[in-house]
């Protein structure tokens, strides 16, 4: 299993910036998958995640803000970010599970300047 996140970069406070996640050796629709951020000096923390069923949960900080979908046809998992702010900048990361085993992308760095 590898997910390749990207998307990241640097953007003003209050605009967008969509995160990808192409996964291989798993398929994306029927995985649960997750985002997850670390910031400087802090504990890396769930953003959002969706179940194998289709379910969401995102983490109350970006609650209304952020949307995690998946596209079956890419194998791709996404985390569309609104209304950023500045606190919202870290690392992200995409992860998943399989066979009991954790998985994760190797982070992509979203900069919100304020």
């Known amino acids: 299993v590898q997910l390749q996140a990207s998307g990241g970069g640097l953007v003003q406070a209050g605009g967008s910036r969509r995160l990808s996640c192409k996964a291989s050796?798993?398929?994306?629709?029927?995985?649960?998958m997750a985002w997850y951020r670390q910031a400087p000096g802090k504990q890396r923390e769930l953003v959002a995640n969706?179940?194998?069923?289709?379910?969401?949960n995102y983490g109350d900080s970006v609650k209304g803000r952020f949307t995690i979908s998946r596209d079956h046809a890419k194998n791709t998992v996404y985390l569309e970010m609104n209304s950023l702010k500045f606190e919202d900048t870290a690392v992200y990361y995409c992860r998943t599970t399989w066979h009991s085993r954790t998985f994760w992308g190797q982070g992509t760095l979203v900069t919100v300047s304020s």
């Open positions: 969706v179940t194998s069923f289709g379910n969401t």
């Open positions: 050796g798993i398929v994306v629709s029927i995985n649960s």
